[in-house]
């Protein structure tokens, strides 16, 4: 069974930085594409950002210039640096990855980040 495990999360005042991190275990098929999205409090899981094999990336207008997005392909780990963060920031962030080889699309457990004000 895939497992996708994230780290990284926590309290940041508004204007600061947080980095995030998900490492995929247990897949012996390539990693597609990895991306995070993120459920605020009442809200539904939106899509944040998204990269693929070749290193393509692209993200949710709300989030463009703030946020980047990077993977190690050697380590199936992908990462999130959140910069200049907002308290609409808040929310629980999941990791996502595809493996196109399976057809499977899995997500992590979420990991808490809270941006005050």
């Known amino acids: 069974q895939v497992q996708l495990v994230e780290s990284g999360g926590g309290l940041a005042q508004a204007g600061g930085s947080l980095n995030l991190s998900c490492e995929v275990s247990?897949?012996?098929?390539?990693?597609?594409?990895m991306g995070w999205y993120r459920r605020a409090p009442g809200q539904e899981r939106d899509f944040v950002a998204r990269?693929?094999?070749?290193?393509?990336?692209n993200y949710a207008d709300s989030v463009k210039g703030r946020f980047t997005i990077t993977r190690d392909n050697n380590k199936d780990t992908a990462f999130l640096q959140l910069n200049s963060l907002k308290p609409e920031d808040t929310a629980v962030y999941y990791c996502?990855?595809?493996?196109?080889?399976?057809?499977?699309?899995?997500w992590g457990q979420g990991t808490q980040v809270t941006v005050s004000s």
């Open positions: 990269i693929t094999d070749d290193g393509t990336a």
């Open positions: 247990r897949t012996i098929y390539p990693i597609t594409a």
């Open positions: 996502n990855a595809v493996v196109a080889a399976v057809s499977g699309y899995y």
